[in-house]
């Protein structure tokens, strides 16, 4: 099982840890290791919206910007093949190939 859970701007990945038969959960896109557990859902919310805080205040307080997923600018490097089939796929679609590349891009994210 795996979902996520979002508060003040950051997103945990959320798994089930059936060896120890708790929830289990770590803040995704950012460097910094943010991580919280519980026993229920309920419990795990909290747990989750207190690491934010947590890490949010700690930042603040050694003067630290706190990392932010994604800026929503990216750089690929594909082959050539790739690039002038992607490139067609967008024109075929009518779009730019930064917004065909952006919709592909969410479609298979939500999958």
């Not at 990945?13 to 859902?41: K, P, W």
């Not at 490139?87 to 891009?105: D, F, T």
């Amino acid at each position: 099982m795996s979902s996520t859970m979002t508060h003040k701007g950051q997103t945990a990945r959320i798994e089930f840890d059936d060896r120890d038969n708790i929830l289990v959960g770590r803040l995704v896109g950012i460097t910094d290791v943010v991580s919280f557990h519980a026993e229920s859902v309920a419990e795990l919310r909290a747990a989750f919206e207190e690491a934010v805080d947590d890490y949010l205040e700690t930042c603040a307080r050694i003067g630290k910007a706190p990392q932010q997923p994604a800026s929503g600018k990216m750089m690929l490097r594909v082959a050539p093949e790739v690039h002038s089939a992607a490139l067609m796929a967008a024109q075929a679609a009518g779009v730019s190939l930064n917004q065909w590349a952006a919709r592909v891009l969410g479609e298979a994210a939500r999958a």
